[in-house]
């Protein structure tokens, strides 16, 4: 549950684009109007967090002033920097002078910030009427979050990853356990002096690693999808990718004690024959409602996805 990655940073901004634009334009126009100035950055962070960098240039694309730094995190570093520096080599700059509308940039990571960002700039005109360029920079992945709503359960990802963590401390503390026990069996049954005394003593050491693998399996899948990786909760194929990572793992530890089951019911104990088949059957089920699960989900992501490509087009 890692915050947005770039890729998906950059997909929703195609998507998003025009409204996007939209919300830098109207913020450039409110800086414009004078009603945002430097001393009222904190009514800006406020409204609109994604925001990081403020600055004007001349028609030389020389910078006048310093930063205007929206972030506390970066005030020590840029807000006192930036003045006089030539930027009049910026692919921005070159495409405001060539246009008189809002221009934008693709997304790119931002010396200042090490971030993914995007900069919108806009031709002002100053008092004694020189000709000059108002630049925003903003921070990508904080700006689509802001517009999907998400900027709330952003903020908590780290709470949610720290309680995940602590969930798959204990999962794989378990396994550990498990797996004590499983050596102390192959200890004992190795040293037991009376050895194939009883044939089935050594199923009950494979039932513990097939636990201990079970739970592994599902302490590495949490570890995965909701720590060390990004999960789009807005895309259907992020939750069936988890589901089925989890059903996975319940296969695999149904079909191993399946097996096991079946193994007993040969070796003569005939009570073991219905568990092991119905476990099979469970197992048949659940591999036929996975695969139905996977298809339909595929094939409503894929009619969802031609549905807004038909929508971008007719716009």
Known sequence: MARMSYISSVERYHEYE????????SILISIEDGLTKERDTCYLVRQYPFLELQYCLNDKGQQQGNNVCFKRAYRKKLATSGNQQDLSKRPYFLQAQRSTA???TDPYISIATNHLCISAIKEIKTPINHQCYLVIDVSLTQLIEFLMGDSARANMTPYFKAGYG?????????????????????????TNKEIGSDPLEPFS????????????????????????MHKDIFRHSSTRRTITRFIS??????????????????????EYLMPAIAMMLAVVGLLIALAI???????AEILLMRA?????SSK
Do not use: N
Not at 249 to 270: D, R, W, Y
């Open 249 to 270: 793992t319940v296969l695999i530890a149904i079909s191993i004690e399946a097996l096991l089951t079946m193994f007993k019911a040969a070796l003569g104990q005939s």
């Open 205 to 228: 050491i494979i039932i513990y690693i097939t636990l201990a693998l079970a739970v592994f399996d599902l302490g590495k899948t949490i570890l995965e999808e909701e720590i060390l």
């Open 18 to 25: 025009s409204v996007i634009h939209s919300l830098l334009t």
């Open 102 to 104: 809002v221009c934008f």
């Open 293 to 299: 699960y996977v298809y339909l989900g595929a094939k």
């Open 308 to 312: 807004r490509l038909m929508q971008k």
């Open 166 to 190: 602590v969930i798959v401390m204990c999962l794989f503390c378990l396994v550990l356990y498990l797996l004590s026990i499983v050596f102390s069996d192959i200890y004992s049954l190795l």
